[in-house]
């Protein structure tokens, strides 16, 4: 039936007692005749009419399903977002609701049908002109995008408005702010960092300042206090494991095998859903044995295998990364007197440990292929590209390990050798 044309159908003058209609009669897209009263005035009638045919020819056509465009956006966002739980992990489908409030309350579309390609690339404009980077504000509008994709693959919607929106550079230059590595003084300045604020947050929690004052009586001293989890071991597994943040704040006990020295992040918890088990250095091993040890003190229980390894300084799961680990963090920079954004505009943030660990695997001369293994990226092109941070005294060490020419230092060229005056002839 759809090889056919199916005409342009018909409008039927109807009179009663209530008055004269319009009947439209026409035959949808699977052939089937239908009949419904449109307008007592004709030419309202005839605009109806020929809306309807004109929505049908798209459906045909693979472009519009009939009706499908009247469809509520907030529906149609709660089917997708259910459909996308079953493929992806929390954190992003967390992700995904908050792009959409984000939009949605800008863009004010209620229905498929007020999807204006203008008014989304205003609100993309807007928010670069607001301060995100171009990566931020082409992952708002692609959010959106991929849920009509999706609805269109789905049958639900013929045809996606936003189609034809192309994404905004995100070359290094359109780059708001650019990740580095940190270099092996600075990893050191960094941990020693950390295990002072550990003991600084420590004697704090215990009150050892204003005890050893007096100033409090006895009862105050005698007081019980809760203890503190220490986060040194978290911030050197991030360095000597380089996972991402939600992935290895949800490893648990049972993950850290102490047989082998690995830990396995579940493919659940990390970005691109494939579990990866991670071979540690023994200095981890030790470090997280110790702290099996002080959860059991801070929580009065010994740790159970379905119990994670990093709590926050109170003893609870981290999560989702949050501000507070983010100030730490950024205590830990002042701390050890490092720029959270260099001169040249990079910047150090906690997912700039990961690079870290593996700019600190290629400088060791770990071979491509097994820093891509161990980073969990899906091809070696990708670790290239966004991990070698190879600075210039790292190619100065590379440049200096090349065989000298014959004969030691610079020597002057040879009368007559091609490149010197006398070997371009006169004139």
């Not at 005035?41 to 465009?69: C, H, Q, S, T, Y």
Request: aromatic letters at 4%.
């Amino acid at each position: 039936m759809r090889g056919r044309a199916l005409g342009r159908g018909r409008l039927i003058r109807r009179r009663n007692k209530k008055g004269t209609h319009y009947v439209g009669d026409w035959a949808d897209a699977d052939g089937r005749r239908r009949r419904e009263v449109l307008s007592s005035d004709r030419r309202v009638a005839e605009r109806m009419l020929g809306d309807i045919v004109r929505k049908r020819d798209l459906e045909i056509a693979g472009l519009g399903i009939e009706g499908a465009n009247e469809m509520l956006l907030a529906e149609l966002k709660t089917q997708y977002l259910a459909d996308l739980k079953l493929r992806v992990t929390a954190g992003h489908v967390t992700n995904m609701k908050s792009r959409f409030k984000r939009i949605f309350a800008e863009i004010k579309a209620r229905r498929v049908s007020d999807l204006r390609p203008g008014d989304v690339l205003a609100f993309r404009r807007q928010r670069v002109a607001d301060g995100a980077s171009n990566r931020t504000a082409n992952l708002d509008v692609s959010a959106l995008k991929g849920m009509l994709n999706w609805a269109v693959d789905s049958g639900i919607l013929g045809a996606n408005p936003l189609a034809k929106i192309k994404p905004l550079p995100q070359g290094k230059k359109h780059q708001r702010f650019r990740r580095r590595a940190m270099t092996e003084p600075e990893v050191e300045l960094f941990l020693q960092a950390a295990a002072e604020d550990d003991a600084e947050q420590e004697a704090h929690v215990a009150a050892d300042q204003t005890i050893d004052g007096g100033s409090k009586g006895q009862g105050y001293a005698a007081r019980k206090r809760a203890q503190r989890v220490p986060q040194f071991p978290l911030w050197l597994a991030l360095i000597e494991t380089g996972a991402r943040w939600g992935a290895l704040t949800q490893v648990l006990w049972q993950d850290l095998d102490e047989e082998s020295a690995t830990l396995r992040l579940r493919a659940e918890t990390s970005k691109g859903e494939r579990e990866q088990v991670n071979p540690i250095p023994i200095e981890l091993l030790d470090e997280l044995q110790e702290l099996r040890a002080i959860h059991a003190e801070v929580t009065g229980l010994k740790p159970l295998p379905s119990d994670c390894i990093f709590l926050t300084p109170r003893g609870e799961s981290w999560g989702r990364q949050s501000r507070n680990a983010m100030r730490i963090f950024d205590r830990l920079l002042e701390r050890a007197e490092l720029e959270k954004v260099d001169t040249t505009g990079e910047k150090l943030d906690i997912h700039a440990l990961r690079h870290t660990f593996g700019t600190r695997l290629l400088r060791a001369g770990v071979g491509l292929h097994q820093v891509q293994k161990l980073m969990g990226h899906s091809s070696p092109a990708l670790t290239a590209q966004v991990y070698a941070h190879l600075a210039t005294d790292d190619l100065r060490d590379a440049i200096s390990r090349m065989p000298t020419v014959a004969g030691g230092g610079a020597r002057k060229l040879p009368r007559g050798l091609p490149g010197t005056k006398l070997a371009q002839g006169p004139g």
